[in-house]
């Protein structure tokens, strides 16, 4: 059985919404934006979303290393995993919209290493210790004479009877794939739909693994996917644009497309690169999502009726994928036609997937 997710927004009055009609449409999981400045708060959606469902799985889709103390964010999800019996999962990567949007690029490997490391040491109920994170805001704790103080830190309330909180790192590029591969629960990556891609993506994380001395079955694989179910492949293709021009462009990060590619692929992710307009991020008619060419849809992508995309997804679970995240038409897609898509992919695809 292949676990099945959907992506949400947090926008404040719509995740419980959202999260209602995913768990009663029969899927696994729903994954929320994570990203200040264009949705709410991921975490209040998180915990609303929970406390309106009984059994779907509930995680940031995703969060970065950056915008929270690693403290606050372990804090948060374990927080989200009491309310809801168990069901959170950590979404985290390196960053994008959420850290654009302040100014920032992605956070380095380094820097996110260090932080993934921390969160989990914190899920974990570890103590994890002190760094200098106050950038010149505060001096240590010891400035302040104090006849005891922590000398490390800890989540001092987690539920004893819960397991603790899964994290799925999202990873595109070989370092990431290593990262998720030593420190995560689950690895999801986001290379497109390419099954050469993909089996590329395992194969890294099985060897970094394996490198580290790490069990083979210590750690989970799935993808985030964008597809669009639609019988009219031309139709398909205009609403899945402006979402996969964004994963399109999580292959070409720094200007040099990673993976393996054709010569057509790397020439349309070098154009993606060069003309991405953070503005327009995800948006159906942007000049990122006009730069993909309908065989780079086809192949990065899915487009089709529903039996193409089983089809397309079954090769890819046959790799050793045991997830699915599944992000539908793009932001600005004719709503009863992405409407259309998603009903029917719900009612044709996620069945035959989950069976």
């Not at 490391?117 to 302040?144: C, H, I, S, T």
Request: net charge negative; charged share 20%.
């Amino acid at each position: 059985m292949t676990e099945m997710w959907t992506v949400g927004v947090g926008l404040p009055g719509m995740a419980a919404k959202f999260a209602v009609a995913a768990e009663e449409g029969g899927w696994d999981g729903i994954a929320i934006v994570d990203s200040q400045n264009l949705s709410g708060d991921v975490y209040v959606a998180l915990a609303m979303a929970a406390r309106e469902t009984s059994k779907l799985k509930v995680a940031p889709g995703v969060t970065n290393p950056y915008t929270r103390h690693p403290a606050v964010t372990a804090g948060a999800i374990a927080s989200v995993h009491g309310e809801s019996g168990g069901r959170a999962v950590m979404g985290i990567g390196r960053g994008d919209s959420a850290l654009a949007h302040i100014g920032l690029s992605p956070a380095s490997v380094t820097f996110f290493e260090n932080y993934v490391a921390r969160v989990q040491g914190y899920l974990r109920g570890d103590e994890v210790p002190f760094q200098d994170e106050a950038e010149g805001a505060a001096e240590a704790v010891d400035a302040l004479g104090l006849s005891d103080a922590p000398r490390a830190s800890r989540l001092s309330w987690l539920n004893p009877k819960l397991p603790k909180v899964p994290m799925q790192i999202v990873a595109t590029g070989p370092k990431v794939i290593g990262v998720a591969a030593r420190h995560g629960d689950g690895m999801n990556a986001a290379v497109g739909a390419d099954p050469e891609r993909v089996a590329w993506a395992l194969d890294i994380a099985r060897k970094a693994r394996a490198d580290a001395g790490l069990q083979p079955d210590g750690i989970s694989f799935g993808a985030f996917v964008n597809v669009v179910c639609d019988p009219d492949v031309d139709a398909a293709r205009q609403m899945i644009r402006g979402g996969l021009s964004t994963f399109a462009r999580f292959s070409v990060m720094h200007g040099t497309p990673t993976g393996p590619v054709s010569e057509e692929q790397r020439d349309v992710l070098t154009s993606v690169h060069g003309a991405y307009d953070m503005t327009r991020h995800t948006m159906t008619g942007s000049a990122q999502s006009q730069l993909l060419t309908d065989s780079f849809v086809d192949r990065f992508g899915v487009t089709g009726d529903a039996n193409h995309c089983i089809d397309r997804l079954k090769q890819l679970t046959a790799l050793g994928l045991e997830r699915l995240v599944i992000v539908g038409p793009s932001i600005g897609s004719d709503p009863d036609k992405a409407r259309a898509a998603r009903d029917r992919f719900q009612a044709e695809v996620l069945p035959a997937l989950q069976n």
